[in-house]
């Protein structure tokens, strides 16, 4: 069992930055791959970003390409999300979520381990 915790949500005018993290603890997490979803009210859940134990990254949503870094620390059983540039349409909750593996495509992932989420607003 992975327990996930999020941090570092927040209120942000539009170009702003923040950074979220995630803390894990039960299983070891630098086994599992990991990730960033969001969902914004009336909308689909979405992944944003993947990472394999490694800190390779696996995948970017292509709206936040070049504004928004996944990267983890498996010494200190973390995950991180840097999000520059922040846009109104980046306003979400943000989960974190891990798994044993992840599936191609990488849309279809359904990570068994999430946290609690943490909420983003961005206002122009």
């Known amino acids: 069992q992975v327990h996930l915790v999020e941090s570092g949500g927040g209120l942000v005018q539009a170009g702003g930055s923040l950074r979220l993290s995630c803390a894990a603890s039960?299983?070891?997490?630098?086994?599992?791959?990991s990730g960033w979803f969001r969902q914004a009210p009336g909308k689909e859940r979405e992944l944003v970003a993947a990472?394999?134990?490694?800190?390779?990254?696996?995948y970017v949503l292509n709206s936040v390409k070049g504004r928004f870094t996944i990267s983890r620390d498996n010494a200190k059983n973390t995950m991180y999300l840097q999000m520059n540039s922040l846009e109104p349409e980046d306003t979400a909750i943000y989960y974190c979520a891990a798994h044993t593996s992840i599936p191609l495509p990488y849309n279809t992932w359904k990570p068994d381990y999430w946290g609690q989420g943490t909420q983003v607003t961005v206002f122009s």
């Open positions: 990472i394999g134990w490694s800190a390779t990254t696996t």
């Open positions: 039960g299983r070891t997490f630098s086994n599992l791959v």
